[in-house]
């Protein structure tokens, strides 16, 4: 009872934090950037316990927290493109370092350095992506995207949950996540499309509906999210499973580390990013 209490006390400050800091784009800026580098800290922290890994753990937190505020400086209209020159110059330098560095397995530090950015630093910038759009008046600030893949995302998570203790039979991916079902992630799935059609219709109803989408490409975005956000949740799975360990830390009080509660995210935020401006393009 004690850890429900707690994991439910946390779960409410956490998704409040979030909701609140789409209200103000400096908030969401600051929060997410932080989430980035608390996240990168903890993975580089989690490799580098694998022997023959020696990632910089200050110089990739530092790059994935660059890289967060350039893309974002850069989508919002503040900053040129030059903006990524010393993130570049950077990612020069971890593997030019390995040179020097005499470490008996460079080509792991070298790609867990590389996964950093990749699998962590660069999935939170494309909340930012998400956050801003560009209009013939300039560039303007949108809560509401962002904001729809993380609530597809809870919800899809609560009624994965809730289906699959109530119907699951069926392993969705046994070898990786035992927890979870077919039933469970179709559950979580009409709950989500439910949602994504609800939002749609109020957001054209409000006048807030920015990127005009229709309702059943509000259900496409959905579904882009449900699905690729339980790959982004077993790919952590799979991530933690190799790593040998339960939980990627315990920052979160019951709710484990960093990547545990942002899993679904690293994959889900890009597919959107790719979903959206594929609509564009159609």
């Known amino acids: 009872m004690k850890n429900f209490i707690i994991r439910s006390i946390t779960g409410v400050i956490f998704v409040t934090a979030i909701v609140v800091c789409f209200l103000n784009p400096v908030a969401m800026a600051f929060l997410f950037a932080l989430a980035t580098g608390l996240s990168v800290w903890e993975f580089t922290g989690l490799v580098n316990q694998r022997e023959g890994v020696d990632t910089n753990r200050f110089i990739c937190t530092v790059a994935g927290v660059y890289l967060f505020f350039a893309i974002t400086g850069f989508?919002?209209?503040?900053?040129?493109s030059t903006v990524?020159?010393?993130y570049l110059v950077t990612l020069i330098y971890l593997m030019v370092a390995e040179l020097y560095a005499k470490n008996p397995?460079?080509?792991?530090?070298?790609?867990?350095?590389?996964m950093s950015q990749l699998y962590v630093a660069l999935p939170f910038s494309m909340i930012s992506v998400l956050a801003f759009r560009s209009t013939p008046e300039g560039v303007v600030y949108t809560y509401l995207m962002p904001l729809s893949v993380f609530?597809?995302?809870?919800?899809n998570d609560s009624g994965a949950y809730c289906c699959g203790s109530l119907l699951g039979r069926h392993k969705l991916f046994p070898r990786i996540s035992p927890g979870k079902s077919w039933e469970g992630s179709i559950g979580g799935a009409v709950v989500v499309e439910i949602a994504a059609a609800a939002i749609g219709y109020f957001a054209e109803q409000y006048g807030v509906n920015d990127l005009q989408l229709s309702i059943f490409e509000w259900m496409g975005l959905g579904l882009v999210v449900v699905v690729f956000?339980?790959?982004?949740?077993?790919?952590?799975?799979?991530?933690?499973?190799t790593i040998g360990i339960k939980d990627s830390g315990n920052i979160l009080p019951g709710h484990g580390g960093m990547l545990d509660r942002f899993d679904s995210t690293q994959l889900a935020f890009p597919a959107a990013v790719v979903y959206l401006y594929t609509l564009t393009l159609i």
């Open 75 to 80: 989508v919002s209209g503040q900053t040129p």
């Open 151 to 155: 609530v597809f995302l809870w919800l």
């Open 84 to 86: 990524f020159i010393p």
């Open 105 to 114: 397995d460079p080509i792991h530090t070298w790609s867990y350095t590389m």
């Open 229 to 241: 956000g339980t790959w982004g949740d077993l790919v952590e799975s799979l991530f933690k499973r």
